[in-house]
């Protein structure tokens, strides 16, 4: 029987940061270089939302598939393929030429990205002997970095760069993770003799996973309704400056980075269940301000609030999820992500309609029922995750 080979814990999980913030380089470098792209090619602005329409349905697509590849084989092999899904996708989009090409590009990069992000929380959380949601939180700030510093960085460098080059280089820097996946020893296959799919339908029977994957549903909901519409909303609604509104949403992005730095040292002393109560709390508190207040400090004060408390809510449950499911990480990760996506896709598609047909004003309403419902699923799951022993 072949020896297993040890892995080093430090290194595995610099490997799945690494991967993390690649995926956060990715999806936030889309929206800093796509202008310049569209101009190119002459893209309306119909056909440019049409296109990044299909960044999403690549994520998803990636998120369903990656649970499944990962348990049967191996960690290694799935993340040198979401890396070189995500290094082909960006550098196609500096040649791209016509929008069909633009749009197959788009849709390489989401699939790319889906299985980084869906490989990189199961990876933690099969390394993660203890204090799932600790690590899982510290993995997260790496998404965050990505997603603070590349429109910075984009906006530098494009003042002395063309667009193509500035897409090349920053595509070849992309392959350093990969080179890093490639030479790094990962945790062994769960199921390497076959697709686990017996126990993988039998998860779709399983009442507490389905119900941690719609909390994550609405969380996941709330976090794109904030990622896309609190600039819209602060510039109608409360009078900022376009500027001004743009760098709120990074104050916003920063208190849920700072949250997860933190967490990684509160969850491993404070129970996961209260801090995801707590959570609950500061995001309840925090929409009302939102919504009850027109003063632009309130309104800051609000929605870094708001920041704060979206940060636990993943790496606990994923936290959870690991616990139930050590034997098919990756599957149980694989569902509950894809159920978020879900739930991200369809709630900014309600304040598209509701902004439509309503008015932008109330999307602090919207927050704070979507916050009411994650609350009561919170609130009902109770018991059951209290005997989950972290």
Not at 50 to 69: C, D, E, H, N, Q
Not at 208 to 215: Q, W
Not at 358 to 379: E, K, S
Request: aromatic share 12%.
């Amino acid at each position: 029987m072949k020896k297993e080979k040890k892995y080093n814990y430090k290194v595995v999980f610099v490997a799945a940061c690494l991967g993390m913030l690649l995926f956060g380089v990715v999806m936030i470098s889309l929206g800093s270089l796509l202008p310049s792209i569209s101009k190119k090619i002459y893209l309306s602005n119909v056909e440019t939302g049409a296109t990044l329409s299909l960044l999403p349905l690549g994520i998803l697509l990636g998120s369903i598939v990656f649970g499944p590849l990962v348990d049967r084989f191996g960690y290694k092999i799935i993340l040198i393929i979401g890396g070189l899904l995500s290094f082909i996708g960006f550098e196609g989009l500096g040649a791209a030429t016509q929008s069909d090409y633009l749009k197959w590009t788009i849709l390489i990069i989401g699939l790319g990205g889906g299985i980084l992000n869906g490989a990189t929380n199961a990876l933690v959380s099969d390394i993660s002997k203890d204090k799932h949601s600790a690590n899982l939180s510290l993995l997260g700030v790496f998404y965050g970095v990505g997603a603070l510093g590349v429109p910075a960085v984009v906006g530098f460098l494009q003042k002395y760069l063309e667009t193509d080059v500035l897409i090349f280089w920053m595509g070849m820097g992309m392959l350093l993770p990969v080179v890093l996946f490639g030479i790094t020893i990962f945790p062994s296959p769960k199921k390497a003799q076959g697709f686990p799919v017996a126990q993988g339908l039998g998860m779709l029977k399983d009442p507490i996973l389905l119900l941690l994957g719609f909390v994550l549903f609405f969380q996941s909901g709330l976090e794109g309704i904030a990622n896309n519409w609190t600039t819209l909303f602060l510039e109608t609604e409360r009078a900022f400056e376009p500027a001004d509104a743009l760098f709120v949403l990074s104050l916003f992005v920063c208190g849920l980075c700072a949250a997860r730095l933190l967490l990684g040292k509160i969850l491993r002393q404070i129970n996961p269940y209260t801090v995801l109560l707590l959570s609950v709390c500061i995001l309840l508190g925090s929409a009302t301000i939102i919504w009850a207040f027109q003063a632009h400090s309130l309104s800051i004060m609000g929605l870094v609030g708001f920041g704060i408390g979206l940060a636990a809510g993943f790496p606990v449950v994923l936290g959870y999820v690991g616990k139930m499911y050590k034997e098919l990480t990756g599957t149980a990760f694989s569902l509950v992500i894809t159920i978020a996506l879900i739930g991200n896709v369809l709630s900014n598609y309600l304040m598209g309609w509701v902004s439509q047909y309503f008015g932008i004003g109330l999307y602090p309403v919207l927050l704070v029922v979507l916050v009411i419902a994650m609350a009561g699923l919170i609130l009902g799951l109770q018991k059951r995750l209290n005997q989950i022993k972290y």
